[in-house]
């Protein structure tokens, strides 16, 4: 390996190896080729000194930035808590109807509303906040409790029939027929009152004798035409929305024996912001009054 070798036909220089009569020249590198490459070793000396770069037992080299994604990312969080902290604070300090007025406040009360949702209310109201037999549909205009929003707050802040809150809604239908408060017959002719009011075939003979009852012992909470009282979480029999049970059979176990729906109180669980984040979601799903 000592003279060097040169190719006849180039007059290049050869490495000195040959096969089958083909020789590889020994031509030097593109000089852009070259520079390219030192410039990325120099970046790549430069990025393991700045950066953490070599992997040690428990973390890293800190590199001279001290700048993670970890550090980065916990710098981002800070920033977006602190935005938030803004918002949260004004919403504390507003009502609801101040919050739906105005556009920012609203629409942050709108998307923490929905997570709101999907975490503590689905399991009972459905993903769609479309309720189930027993539990509201809260996109309908049909409300139990009111569907402006102070009564939707005051609903969701204390709950229903919730016995771990003072300030929870309170008003039970009577257990007619368990409590002997009315005769099988009796009830069964209000029922026909109630499928006429809710525009539904109905016994005429039995609707006579059942709409003076009707009028002597539903009229207070339901009202004289049947379309509810949300004063006594009432709901309007007139209209074809049932909370239960809109077949005659179930009206007739509805007056034997209310259900007596209970939803919870979230105000002492989730917090005051919360509770107003929920309302005007709840509000804004096209219920609302
Ligand atoms: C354990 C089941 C349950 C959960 C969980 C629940 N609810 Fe309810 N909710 C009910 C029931 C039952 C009623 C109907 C009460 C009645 O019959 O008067 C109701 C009624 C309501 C009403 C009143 C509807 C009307 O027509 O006036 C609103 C508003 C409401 N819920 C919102 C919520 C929100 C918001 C959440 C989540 C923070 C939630 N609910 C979680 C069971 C539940
Ligand atoms: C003290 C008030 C009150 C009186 C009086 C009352 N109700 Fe009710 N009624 C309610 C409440 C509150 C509900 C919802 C109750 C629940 O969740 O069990 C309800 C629910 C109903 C429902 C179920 C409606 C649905 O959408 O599924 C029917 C039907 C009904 N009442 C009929 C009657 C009839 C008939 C009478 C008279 C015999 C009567 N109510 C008397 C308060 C009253």
């Known amino acids: 390996m000592s003279k060097k070798k040169i190719d006849e036909i180039s007059g290049v220089e050869t490495t000195g190896h040959e096969w089958d009569g083909i020789t590889e020249l020994n031509n030097p590198l593109p000089r852009w080729w070259l520079w390219t490459m030192y410039a990325t ?24 930035s ?22 949260v604070a004004r919403v504390e300090n507003a009502s609801v109807d101040e919050i739906a007025g105005d556009s920012e406040l609203r629409r942050f009360a709108i998307s923490g509303g929905k997570s709101l949702f999907k975490v503590n209310c689905v399991q009972c109201h459905g993903s769609g906040a ?19 929003l102070d009564s939707i707050y005051g609903t969701i802040a204390h709950g229903a029939r919730y ?62 035409e049947g379309k509810g009282n949300s004063e006594f979480g009432a709901p309007n029999l007139a209209d074809a929305l049932w909370l239960y049970d809109g077949t005659r059979k179930g009206i007739i176990a509805q007056i034997n024996s209310p259900k007596q729906g209970e939803m919870p109180a979230w105000k002492a669980r989730l917090g005051d912001v919360s509770v107003k984040q929920l309302a005007v979601y709840v509000h804004s799903l096209g219920g609302g009054q």
């Open 41 to 64: 070793i120099v970046f790549a000396i430069g990025y393991v000194i700045y950066y953490p770069a070599i992997p040690l037992i428990n973390e890293a080299t800190p590199g001279l």
């Open 66 to 87: 001290g700048e993670t994604n970890r550090s980065m990312l916990l710098k981002e969080m800070a920033a977006a808590k602190q935005a938030r902290a803004g918002l």
């Open 130 to 148: 479309q309720g189930s037999p027993g539990y509201p549909n809260l996109n309908d205009d049909d409300w139990l409790w009111g569907g402006d």
């Open 163 to 224: 016995p771990h809150s003072e300030e929870t809604r309170t008003s039970d239908m009577p257990a007619f027929g368990k409590d002997e408060l009315l005769e099988k017959d009796q009830i069964a002719n209000i029922a026909e009152h109630v499928l006429k009011i809710a525009g539904l075939e109905y016994d005429a003979a039995k609707e006579a004798k059942g709409a003076p009852l009707f009028a002597e012992n539903c009229a207070s909470c339901h009202g004289a």
